[in-house]
């Protein structure tokens, strides 16, 4: 017989299902070295106004990665409960420890949060931050936005995202969300990994669900950053949440059809890129070069597309290592 699994330790520190804007925490107790009886203080706010649909609007996934942070802390500051109709999750950085290092991952246990679903109420701190949000959250919402961009290592052109999903209504209504959220391009996601991720996890449950890529280097731009407040914004409208029209914005819709998307490193070396993000290519095309460093003479390596599109992500450092994703092409519309 199976026992049934333990309540999660992370309590929230305001009420969710109570009307008017509360800001809180979501806190998971923490025992370590500096504070015996300490805790993980994720920042959390709430603003609902009678029945309507709930949305759980994310950031911080990843602790290197700011435009979801930036939207998320601004609409948290700025949101009217008047304007509402229905409930708005906001977490601003679900990996509260990664977020406040400034690191893809948590410095306290390694873990990635997205790909740590569905998560464990009595593993390591990541797990379980995964399972509050398997468990509790995501069972609330009706639509998900989760913000990402290319954090130190990749940098991608600015697009919102959803995935082809077997359920076709699902997928269609995840695709219009997309749409309505109007970052210049759009893409329909194929992952090299969907295990343990966040977007699997909302997707099995049927939820509405949209992320994003907005730009990268471990850093946010103003016009990064404006695409992401002006997102959410338009995905709260078209799901009725917040009053107002979506304001319509021109977006270029791109696939990625195959794992032939994706180009990766088998070596290291120092990378010259020769096509910049947003730029055309023919499959053939030498994207970039890797130089070896170990010694002059040596011939550089050429990384070439595999099919035809436009240069959607490339590799951020100036070094790269074997095993690294180097570009992903997007085929467009």
């Given amino acids: 017989m199976t026992e049934p699994m333990r309540p999660s330790p992370i309590a929230a520190t305001v009420d969710l299902e109570a009307d008017g804007v509360r800001h809180g925490f979501l806190r998971l107790p923490h025992s370590r070295d500096d504070s015996a009886w300490g805790s993980v203080m994720i920042p959390l706010a709430v603003i609902r106004n009678g029945e ?24 948290a500051r700025t949101l009217r409960a008047e304007d509402v109709r229905g409930r708005v999750i906001v ?11 400034g690191t893809r991952t948590s410095p306290i246990d390694r873990g990635n949060l997205n790909r740590a679903f569905p998560g464990s109420p009595d593993g390591t701190v990541t797990q379980k931050i995964a399972d509050y949000f398997q468990r509790t959250l995501l069972p609330m919402a009706d639509i998900v936005l ?8 990749l940098d991608f052109v600015p697009f919102a995202a959803a995935h082809v999903l077997p359920d076709k209504r699902q997928e269609a209504a995840s695709f219009a969300a997309v749409a309505a ?11 090299i990994d969907a295990v343990g991720m966040y977007d699997t996890a909302a997707e099995a449950m049927g939820k509405v669900f949209v992320t994003t890529e907005l730009g990268g280097g471990g850093t946010a731009t103003a016009r990064t950053a404006g695409i992401a407040k002006r997102g959410v914004a338009n995905v709260l409208r078209h799901a009725g949440i917040l009053r107002g029209a979506v304001e319509a914005r021109e977006t270029r819709w791109l696939d990625m059809p195959s794992g032939d998307c994706f180009t990766f490193a088998e070596d290291e070396g120092l990378l ?12 053939g095309d030498v994207l970039a070069r890797a130089h070896p460093v170990g010694r ?32 992903v092409v997007g085929v467009a519309d």
């Fill in 52 to 75: 309507g649909p709930t949305a759980l609007l994310t950031g911080g996934n990843h602790g290197d990665e700011y435009e979801g942070p930036i939207a998320l802390f601004d609409l």
């Fill in 146 to 153: 989760d913000f990402h961009s290319g954090g130190r290592t």
């Fill in 91 to 101: 977490v601003p950085a679900m990996n509260y420890p990664a977020f406040r290092a």
């Fill in 181 to 191: 959220f109007g970052a210049p391009f759009s893409m329909r996601m194929l992952e």
């Fill in 272 to 283: 010259e890129p020769l096509v910049d993000l947003g730029e055309p290519v023919r499959r």
């Fill in 296 to 327: 002059t003479g040596a011939e550089p390596v050429a990384f070439r597309a595999r099919l035809d599109g436009i240069l959607a992500a490339r590799h951020f450092p100036g070094l790269v290592k074997a095993g690294d994703c180097v570009a």
